[in-house]
């Protein structure tokens, strides 16, 4: 599935959890407004119907009594107005009750009342006069059970209020549970499908960033793997052809140099040897002016073999042929014996190599002529950029860690930008300086950072407070029982 499909397809399942959600609580809503306005409208009306018929029973009471006691006709045109009312509360009772046994008990009304008035009617016939606070038996009875009927009816609509109240309650619980359990699903699979697409997107985005880092580092083998039809299944596969295609470019170029640099060599070598051989005059004298041009040729063929060196060795290096012969070493000869060599070149430009030590052997585990190749990049280095009259301290002494041994180079030269402290220890990394300054390739700082951490140390550049660098190195201090034998042995 590709991964718009998969967006869209996760954002209609959240869509329609939200709809889903929505619509139910409006049912919600609905369905509690509906509760709310029949207790309101229908149980209310029969709770008042009920309790008039109680308060008009009491009503038909009295208005018996007095009939019989006083035989006015006023108070027989009253009883039959209260009994009226009392059949309309009925009639409304029958159309607002809701339930059977509220029906039962309005029905019931209906006939005590029917009861009680034809009572009533058969003793007004006899014109019968009584004593206050007395009506005759079959009257009294009729009248109680026509009471007991208001009360017996007002407790059924209470009931049915209770059992109202008792439905909407369980309904509300209902909709309240049902909500909880429906959001929580929603939540959970809104949950599922955000980490689905998630995942979907950010672990190929992850890899592809991995191995981006990885073809920066060189490393033109790495590959994706290919999964799917999607469109990063389609970019992985170009992203492996395009590795591929560097990985081929990449061993090009090193087949070229290597060959070319062993190409260059012999004949380099043969120039060199012939310069020098002119220079010694031995085929014959030459003048001021031959000399000098020889002289100058012979540092240019000097200069190109460093450079075929370099790229020999970087060849090498890639291919991971560099040899390696470690055994315990002082570094105070190595570095005396390569100021040595540049002394000349030091004096040349007024400059002055100095060494500073703190003991008189610092004895490490290394390979003397690599590390006499890292300190000689170093002098070189420094030897080029720096002003004349000026000094070239370099200092050996412990790491903050006891068993490293630290050499520093501190040069008074324009000094490393922040931007490419860094990347100066790349092949072919160049800082752009005047026109009038030389230039090499950019390989001899990639070659000691190579050499120093075959040796398992580190390398790194920091600015001189004075002006210019200090290039450091550290390498690890040989142990005691070694040590003990190198100083046998010396």
């Known amino acids: 599935m590709r991964v718009s499909t998969k967006i869209v397809l996760g954002f209609a399942v959240l869509l329609g959890l939200a709809c889903i959600g929505l619509a139910y609580q409006v049912s919600v809503i ?28 009491q009503t038909l009471e009295e208005f018996s009594q007095k009939y019989f ?18 059949l309309s509360n009925l009639t ?10 509220e029906r039962a008990e309005v029905e019931r009304m209906f006939l005590t009342l029917d009861e009680f008035w034809t009572e009533f009617s058969t003793h007004k016939a006899r014109n019968q006069q009584l004593q206050p606070d007395y009506l005759p038996n079959e009257l009294a009875s009729a009248l109680d059970r026509l009471k007991a009927q208001t009360h017996t009816a007002y407790d059924a609509v209470q009931a049915s209020i209770s059992d109202d109240v008792k439905r909407a309650t369980a309904a509300g619980q209902a909709a309240e549970r049902f909500s ?42 790495h590959r994706l793997p290919v999964n799917g039809h999607d469109e990063f299944a389609e970019l992985a596969r170009d992203f492996n052809v395009m590795t591929e295609r560097l990985g081929e470019l990449d061993q090009m170029k090193k ?20 310069m020098h ?64 060599e540049f002394e000349v070149q ?6 002055r190599l100095r060494l500073e030590f703190g003991s008189e052997q610092s004895l490490v585990e290394c390979d003397r002529d690599r590390v006499a190749q890292v300190i000689g990049n170093l002098y070189e280095n420094a030897l080029k950029f720096s002003p004349p009259n000026s000094d070239i301290v370099t200092r050996v002494g412990h790491g903050e860690d006891h068993g490293k041994v630290l050499v520093s180079v501190t040069d008074s030269g324009p000094g490393i930008p922040d931007a490419h402290k860094k990347k100066i220890f790349l092949k072919f990394h160049q800082v752009k300086r005047s026109k009038l300054t030389s230039q090499g390739v950019g390989l001899g700082l990639a070659i000691c950072k190579t050499i120093i951490e075959a040796h398992h140390g580190d390398i790194w550049v920091e600015d001189n407070p004075g002006g210019g660098s ?6 690890g201090a040989a142990v005691r029982e070694e040590a003990i034998k190198c100083g046998q042995s010396a």
Do not use: C
């Open 277 to 340: 051989v002119l220079l010694q005059e031995i085929p014959g004298t030459l003048n001021d002016q031959q000399r000098d041009l020889l002289r100058l040729s012979y540092k240019s063929a000097e200069r190109l073999s460093a450079m075929v060196g370099n790229l020999l060795d970087v060849s090498r290096m890639e291919a991971g042929t560099m040899e390696y012969e470690i055994t315990v070493h002082d570094l105070i000869p190595i570095i005396k014996g390569v100021a040595e």
């Open 255 to 274: 087949d070229f140099v290597s060959h070319v640099s062993h190409e260059l060599k012999a004949p380099l070598a043969s120039m060199r040897q012939v």
């Open 92 to 101: 409304e009772m029958r159309e607002t009750v809701t339930s059977e046994r």
């Open 180 to 221: 909880w359990t429906a959001g929580t699903a929603a939540v959970l699979l809104g949950v599922s499908v955000t980490l689905v697409l998630f995942r979907s997107i950010n672990d190929p985005l992850r890899r592809l960033t991995k191995s981006t880092h990885l073809i920066a580092r060189g490393q033109f083998w």
């Open 470 to 475: 200090v290039f450091s190195f550290i390498l």
């Open 69 to 86: 006691v006083a035989g006015d006709p006023i108070y027989e045109r009253q009883l039959d107005g209260v009994r009226q009312e009392f």
């Open 346 to 351: 030091a004096r040349g430009k007024n400059i």
């Open 30 to 57: 609905h369905q509690m407004q509906s509760i709310n306005q029949v207790l309101s409208a229908v149980n209310l009306r029969a709770a008042s119907s009920s309790l008039r018929t109680m308060q008009l029973g």
